[in-house]
């Protein structure tokens, strides 16, 4: 049976209003996706900004913090702050494990070898570690910081 002309036309409306319906909804998704894409990229940037803004306040107060002296010159200057308080400060093994940190121990009175350790770590990055104390002796490791020393 012939289609008549009837069935025909319904048949080019409903294709036409397929096609009508598919590219609104393709316009539709196409404009949504741009203005996502939009916000991400805007958040991407405002993100981005804070991140700069962060490491540029770091560098500047690393740039502020006081250099650190090579080891080796540390040492000394420790080494003289001890000797002129009639201490001694001997190294220990664990200095030879790194170029940064030389490992030592301060002997003596008790009260005097914590006066020397604060005084060591007024003038010079050092940390003390570890103190054995005995009624009139004490003995203090002490570690002394620096930058890479090849001197020894």
Request: aromatic share 6%; net charge positive.
């Given at each position: 049976m012939p289609i008549t002309i009837e069935e025909r036309y319904f048949k080019y409306i409903t294709a036409?209003?397929?096609?009508?319906?598919?590219?609104?909804?393709?316009?539709?998704?196409?404009?949504?996706?741009?203005?996502?894409?939009?916000?991400?990229?805007?958040?991407?940037?405002?993100?981005?900004?804070?991140?700069?803004?962060?490491?540029?306040?770091?560098?500047?107060?690393?740039?502020?913090?006081?250099?650190?002296?090579?080891?080796?010159?540390?040492?000394?200057?420790?080494?003289?702050?001890?000797?002129?308080?009639?201490?001694?400060l001997t190294t220990s093994k664990d200095s030879q494990k790194s170029r940064q940190i030389w490992v030592g121990t301060l002997s003596g009175d008790p009260i005097l070898v914590l006066a020397v350790a604060q005084r060591i770590q007024q003038k010079i990055a050092a940390q003390m570690i570890k103190m054995d104390y005995m009624s009139s002796s004490a003995r203090l490791e002490i570690a002394i910081l620096g930058t890479d020393s090849t001197q020894h």
């Amino acid at each position: 049976m012939p289609i008549t002309i009837e069935e025909r036309y319904f048949k080019y409306i409903t294709a036409a209003v397929v096609l009508v319906s598919c590219m609104i909804c393709f316009s539709i998704l196409k404009e949504r996706y741009s203005e996502r894409e939009a916000r991400f990229q805007q958040l991407d940037s405002q993100s981005l900004d804070s991140k700069i803004t962060q490491v540029k306040k770091k560098t500047k107060e690393l740039r502020k913090a006081a250099q650190l002296n090579p080891v080796w010159d540390n040492w000394r200057i420790a080494k003289d702050i001890a000797s002129s308080a009639g201490l001694t400060l001997t190294t220990s093994k664990d200095s030879q494990k790194s170029r940064q940190i030389w490992v030592g121990t301060l002997s003596g009175d008790p009260i005097l070898v914590l006066a020397v350790a604060q005084r060591i770590q007024q003038k010079i990055a050092a940390q003390m570690i570890k103190m054995d104390y005995m009624s009139s002796s004490a003995r203090l490791e002490i570690a002394i910081l620096g930058t890479d020393s090849t001197q020894h």
